[in-house]
C-alpha cells in the first residue's frame, strides 16, 4: 500500500490532508502486517491508527476496548466518518444482528470489551469471517505495572496467538518503561515495536494549589473557562456534595457520577454530558477511559490522584481537540497522610512500587520548577527546563531554603512525644503561653519559643510540604510522627527547600498563551451561525455536536468562506460522508454572510 493511496483514504474517510505525529510511523508497520505497540499522548489520534487500516485492509479490524461507553462513543464517531463499524458488548440488544454482519464481511471495524474477546466462543465467531487486525486499546491495563490493570486484558493472549498471522496494535497514552517493557511481553510484540510519540500535551495548562476553599476555586475555575469540564472528587459523598453546590450557585449544569448512582441514572448523565458544550460532571475516576469527548476545557481534581500514571491519564481527558485547556489540581495535607495509611493495606510486593508513586506524586506538587518538565521526566523524556505553560512557568514561585526550620519542626515534634497535632507544636514552637503546653511543661522544652514571627509564616506551608514527603506521617489519634526521610533532616543530611506560591486571582494562575475565549477568539459571528447550525443537526441526529464537526474545523470554515462544495471538502476535518450528510446546510450558512 502506498503512502499516496493512505493520503487519499485519509482525505476522503477523516477529511485532513497530513498525518499528525508518528501516526505514518505506526500505519506503514500496520499496513506491513507487523505487530506494534504505540505509546502516543491522548488527543494525538490513536484511533486513526486502526480505523484507517480497517477501512483498506480485506477483513475485520477487532478493537479490544475496556468500557462500554468508550466503545459506543468510537461507534458514533466512526459511522459519522462513513466506517461501518458494530460493538457485541452486554448493553447491545442486536447482537444476533451484528454477528450477520461479521460473518458476511460487512463490518470494518468490531469493539469488544477484555472479558468477551478472552473467550473461547468468540475466538471461534472469529474464525468464520477474515480478521485485518487486532488492537488493543488502553494496553497499559494489561500489565500488573500499570496504573489500571484489568486481568482480563491478560488473557487476550491465546486468542492473539490463534491468529499468528494477523498483526496486533497496542495502544496507550499512558505507560513508563518497565510497563513498556511488561505490555510487549504480554502480548508478544517484539521490542522492535515499539514506538513512543512523546507525552507532552502542549496546550494544556498545568496547575498545582493548595486546597484552601475547594467550592470557590472550582467555581473561580469555571467562571474563566465557560465549556465542558471534569471535576474529580475522591469519594462518592463529596461527588454528590460538589455537584448540588455547583449546580446552585454557579448557573452552569453540573451533574454527578460514579458507581454507586443508579445505572440508569448514570448513563443519563454520562451522556448528557457528552453531548453538552458547557456542562461540568463532578466524579470519581469511575468517570474514566469511557469520556471520549474532545471538547472538555478543563479537568480539576479536587484532592490527589493515585499517581503521576493516573493524574496524567485523567488530566489527558482536556483539549483532546488540540484547543488550550487547564488542569488544576487542588491538594491538602491530610490528602498524602491518607494516602501513606492506605499503603498499609497494600501487598508486599506491590508496596515499594506503590510508596515510589506516591513519593514521586508529592514531588510533583511541591516542585517549584516546571510542572510539565516534571512529568516528562517521569516517563523517561527528557523536557526542556521550562515550558511556558504552567502555573510555575508562569508565575514563578519563591523557593526558600527551610532545612534549618524544618529541623526545628522536626525536633520539636519529637520532643513532645510524637502525638500531637500542629496546632499544639506551633504554639510550642511560638513559646505560647497557652493553657495545654503549660500543663504539660512544654514551655521547659529546648524547643518552646525557638521560632520568631518572621519565620512564623512559613509553618504552614512546611508542615504541608513535610507531610506531603512522608517526613512527618499522622498518628492513630491525628497526631504529627516522624517518619520518611525525617532522621536525615534532623542530622543536616537532607535539605528541605520550599516552593511558596504566588498569590493569584485566577484559580490556575495567568492564562498563558492565549485569550480564555478559544472557542471564538475573534467574536466572528459567523462561527456561532456554524456552531448553532451544528447543534441543530446533532440534536436531529442523536449525536454529541462534535461528532458533526469540532470547533477547530467549525473556525476554519468561518475563515475561509468555502463558497462550493470542492471548497468546503479542503477544510480540515470535512470527509467524503460528512460533505455528503452536512455539506449544503453549512453552505446555506456561511452564503449568509
Not at 499512558?174 to 507525552?199: P, S, Y
Request: glycine residues 8%; hydrophobic residues 45%.
Amino acid at each position: 500500500m502506498t503512502r499516496a493511496a493512505l493520503l487519499d483514504q485519509l482525505h476522503t474517510t477523516f477529511g485532513f490532508t497530513a498525518f499528525r505525529g508518528v501516526q505514518e510511523q505506526v500505519l506503514a508497520r500496520v499496513m506491513a502486517g507487523q505487530s506494534t505497540l504505540a505509546i502516543m499522548p491522548t488527543g494525538a489520534g490513536k484511533s486513526l491508527t486502526y480505523q484507517l487500516p480497517a477501512v483498506m485492509l480485506e477483513g475485520t479490524c477487532v478493537v479490544v476496548s475496556p468500557l462500554i461507553a468508550l466503545m459506543h462513543d468510537q461507534l458514533r464517531a466512526a459511522t459519522a466518518n462513513g466506517i461501518s463499524a458494530a460493538t457485541l458488548t452486554s448493553a447491545d440488544t442486536d447482537r444476533a444482528e451484528t454477528i450477520e454482519r461479521f460473518r458476511s464481511g460487512a463490518l470494518d471495524l468490531l469493539y469488544v470489551a477484555p472479558e468477551r474477546a478472552s473467550q473461547p466462543y468468540f475466538r471461534e465467531m472469529l474464525a468464520s469471517a477474515p480478521i485485518s487486525l487486532f488492537a488493543i486499546d488502553e494496553a497499559h491495563c494489561v500489565s500488573e505495572w500499570g496504573h489500571d490493570f484489568r486481568p482480563d486484558y491478560r488473557l487476550l493472549r491465546p486468542l492473539l496467538d490463534s491468529f499468528a498471522d494477523v498483526p496486533r496494535l497496542a495502544l496507550t497514552a499512558t505507560a513508563d518503561r518497565h510497563t513498556r517493557a511488561d505490555v510487549l511481553a504480554q502480548l508478544g510484540i517484539g521490542e522492535d515495536g515499539l514506538i513512543v510519540a512523546g507525552f507532552d500535551r502542549p496546550n494544556i495548562r498545568y496547575a498545582i494549589r493548595h486546597r484552601d476553599s475547594l467550592l470557590q476555586q472550582i467555581k473561580t475555575l469555571m467562571a474563566e473557562q465557560p465549556g465542558p469540564g471534569i471535576v474529580y472528587a475522591p469519594t462518592r459523598k463529596k461527588v454528590e456534595e460538589l455537584a448540588e453546590k455547583l449546580s446552585a450557585s454557579t448557573g452552569r449544569r453540573v451533574l454527578p457520577y460514579h458507581a454507586g448512582l443508579d445505572p440508569q441514572v448514570r448513563s443519563a448523565n454520562q451522556a448528557a454530558f457528552v453531548a453538552s458544550e458547557d456542562m461540568v460532571m463532578v466524579a470519581t475516576v469511575a468517570f474514566g477511559m469511557g469520556i471520549d469527548k474532545p471538547d472538555v476545557r478543563f479537568v480539576a481534581h479536587a484532592g490527589i490522584p493515585k499517581s503521576i500514571e493516573g493524574y496524567y491519564q485523567e488530566t489527558g481527558r482536556a483539549g483532546r481537540d488540540g484547543d488550550d485547556a487547564v488542569a488544576l489540581m487542588l491538594w491538602a495535607a491530610e490528602d498524602f497522610a491518607r494516602a501513606r495509611m492506605r499503603l498499609a493495606e497494600v501487598e508486599d510486593a506491590r508496596l515499594p512500587g506503590e510508596r515510589t508513586r506516591l513519593d514521586a506524586l508529592a514531588a510533583l506538587v511541591e516542585t517549584g520548577a516546571c510542572r510539565r518538565a516534571v512529568l516528562l521526566r517521569h516517563f523517561g523524556e527528557d523536557p526542556p527546563q521550562t515550558c511556558g505553560n504552567c502555573d510555575n512557568c508562569l508565575d514563578a514561585p519563591g523557593i526558600v531554603d527551610a532545612t534549618e526550620l524544618a529541623r526545628k519542626l522536626l525536633s520539636a515534634v519529637y520532643r513532645t512525644g510524637q502525638t500531637y497535632g500542629f496546632g499544639h507544636v506551633e504554639k510550642v514552637l511560638l513559646g505560647h503561653e497557652d493553657e495545654r503546653v503549660l500543663a504539660r511543661g512544654h514551655d521547659q522544652l529546648s524547643v518552646y519559643g525557638i521560632i520568631g514571627a518572621d519565620e512564623a509564616p512559613l509553618l504552614k506551608p512546611l508542615v504541608r510540604a513535610l507531610q506531603a514527603r512522608g517526613s512527618l506521617v499522622p498518628t492513630e489519634h491525628g497526631g504529627l510522627a516522624l517518619g520518611g526521610n525525617a532522621r536525615d533532616v534532623l542530622k543536616g543530611e537532607a535539605a528541605v527547600l520550599l516552593a511558596l506560591q504566588p498569590r493569584r486571582e485566577r484559580a490556575g494562575g495567568r492564562t498563558g498563551r492565549r485569550d480564555r475565549d478559544t472557542v471564538n477568539p475573534v467574536g466572528d459571528p459567523l462561527f456561532e451561525a456554524l456552531r448553532e447550525l451544528r447543534r441543530s443537526l446533532a440534536a436531529e441526529a442523536g449525536v454529541p455536536p462534535y461528532v458533526i464537526f469540532h470547533d477547530a474545523t467549525l473556525r476554519e470554515m468561518a475563515l475561509a468562506r468555502p463558497a462550493s462544495r470542492a471548497a468546503l471538502g479542503e477544510v480540515g476535518g470535512v470527509g467524503a460522508r460528512k460533505l455528503a450528510a452536512y455539506g449544503e446546510a453549512f453552505l446555506a450558512t456561511i452564503r449568509q454572510y
